[in-house]
């Protein structure tokens, strides 16, 4: 698969609808990311354990593939005489698992997204940052400055555990030739029955599951009513009732859909030929079909729906410092590392290599083209998000896929 295409600055931007993420991350967004850093660095230190005295040689990281910045790395290596090693994740949970079984002593960051980051800290797997070590950090858009987003903030102390980097949503792709924007404006659209055939979900069942529970909660009346657990609505905590109904609804999809897509040049080729008209994904698909029309590449006019009305999911990226790592030396390369990560010109290039909308006001360095395109003046609109989460029941989930893909 190749990356997706650079956006160029005199790209035109059709009008992105309003409306245009606990376990694991879609693979779609992260087959991107990794093919786009494949051959970049894939050098990689096996796991050693450093004496809590000794001067930093080697900076461990546990991370998505597809934000390595080779000529960035090189230049922190040669600054701090460290060895940058890194070793890659597909999924949240097999980050978890690698931390979970000693990796606090195998690794010094970690990159988690959404709730994880969470539960990362309650378990005692990743440390406290200090902010003010890490100056890159005043150029967070406010909603994602500590202030505002609570995420990464313990509730209890009040000291933070992590720096966000990279945002997005799982929004609705579509024709706007074949799907009018009111439509496409809700969930509801990739379960109408007038699209049959014409419809595609990614092939992971976390995604699936909770958009369509978003939209079950809604019709039933109960997202907006007390929980059991006295939280707010959590499509990744939803009651057996719920469950039922999220079952029942998507084995009435199953029949409308031509196909479940595995990557992102999949659905891509899907979207361009007419042979689906909307389908869920990062917005990188739409990124990049966008880019194409620019070229005159193709002629078929494409919207994104960033929030549906029904609300949808959402996911932050995040850098973390392992628990392994002590106070002292290690702790300032680590904040240094991140600091340097986070930089607006950094980050500039990692929104252009990834696709990704940035959590740094990158505003200054864009064209207009590319603000619009990357969301750049939206970030308001992550407070209508679910952040991605691990279901409150991995068992009932994977039963309720088991049984929607036998029926």
Known sequence: MKPLQPISAAASTPDIQDGTPRTGISVDRRDVLKTIAAGALVTLAAPYVRPASAAPSQLRALMWEGYLLPDVIAAFEEKHGVKFAPTFFD??????????????????LVQADGFWPSLYYREKLIRDVDYAKIPATEHLFPVF??????????????????????WGSYGITYNTAEMPADKANSIACLFDPAYAGRLSTSARFEENIALAGILVATRMGTIDKPRPNGK??????????????VEKLLIEQKALLLTRYQDNATLAQLLESGAV?????????????????????????FAHTLVPREGGLGWVDTWLVSSGVPDGAMLDVCQSFIDTMITPETMKKIALASG???????????????????????????????????????????????RMQAA
Do not use: H
């Not at 949240?92 to 690794?107: I, M, Q």
């Open 91 to 108: 999924g949240n949970s097999e980050a978890y698992n690698k931390l979970r079984v000693g990796g606090t002593k195998d690794f010094d």
């Open 145 to 166: 400055k500590p202030a505002e987003f609570k995420l990464l903030t313990d509730a209890a102390t009040g000291v933070d555990f992590g720096v966000p980097f990279c």
């Open 232 to 245: 707010p609505f959590n499509p990744y905590d939803l009651t057996d009732e719920e469950l039922a109904g």
């Open 277 to 301: 008209i909307a389908a869920p994904e990062f917005a990188q698909v739409y990124r990049q079909l966008l880019a194409k029309k620019a070229k005159g590449e193709i002629d078929t006019t």
């Open 356 to 402: 990704c909308s940035t959590t740094i006001d990158i505003r200054s360095l864009s064209t207009p083209e590319e603000q619009a395109l990357y969301l750049m003046d939206r970030t308001g609109e992550l407070s209508k998000m679910y952040m991605f989460d691990q279901p409150s029941s991995t068992e009932k989930w994977e039963r309720v896929w088991s």
